[in-house]
């Protein structure tokens, strides 16, 4: 039966891809997560970045998209929230002080500030589940490359390859910045670094913002 559905399924994993590797709010939160606090909050980072898309899987499934399609002022407050959110993370990156000089000499050793694994994740999950432009981009594909009469379960099945494609991908990117060489490299620029990182995310809100 699933073969039935191929070339639906590689429309849209191709297309997916496409917007995955493409930087946005998820990669600079994956690379400042990484780059401050090391490999395995990066991971974790990244694996609740993989979660964050079942949540827009699930009301894609339970026609909640089709709703917010319909109903133009839900999307709106999806706008609003997820918005606020990316603002609120880039003004706390923005307010990033430097580092002490011994800390900035030991940039090597494993970062004097530590984060919990759970936060690492609720993190990842948070930055991808409140994203109106991944609501939009569901929005997107499940109207237009799905077909209407593809049933719950392959659907089901869609929804779980970009969820595990996601995480992937940033253990990818959460492996390469908290890789010694880069990350010493990244720790030098300390808080510009992480100020950089900010004002990016500032500017994905404002444009979120600008667009409602």
Not at 64 to 73: D, F, S
Not at 97 to 102: D, G, R, Y
Not at 150 to 173: K, S
Not at 177 to 183: A, L, P, Q, Y
Request: proline residues 3%.
């Amino acid at each position: 039966m699933l073969s039935n559905y191929l070339g639906e399924f590689l429309a849209l994993a191709t297309i997916h891809f496409l917007a995955v590797v493409a930087p946005g709010p998820d990669f600079a939160v994956t690379i400042r997560q990484s780059v401050r606090f090391g490999r395995v909050v990066g991971i974790c980072t990244a694996l609740g970045i993989g979660a964050g898309i079942s949540v827009h899987v699930l009301y894609t499934l339970l026609g909640v998209g089709a709703l917010m399609h319909t109903t133009p002022w839900l999307l709106t407050v999806a706008k609003v929230v997820g918005g606020a959110y990316i603002l609120y993370l880039g003004v706390s990156l923005l307010r990033s002080k430097p580092k002490s000089t011994v800390e900035g000499e030991n940039a090597q050793a494993p970062s004097l500030e530590q984060q919990t694994l759970f936060k690492a994740f609720t993190t990842g999950f948070l930055t991808n589940a409140t994203n109106p432009k991944a609501t939009l981009f569901f929005l997107a594909i499940f109207t237009t490359l799905i077909s209407a009469t593809t049933p719950l379960q392959v659907q089901a099945l869609y929804g779980l390859w970009m969820c595990f494609v996601n995480a992937l991908w940033f253990v990818i990117v959460a492996l390469f910045f908290s890789s010694n060489r880069v990350r010493v490299l990244f720790m030098r620029m300390g808080h510009w670094f992480e100020r950089t990182m900010g004002v990016i995310l500032i500017l994905f809100a404002g444009r979120l913002m600008l667009s409602l």
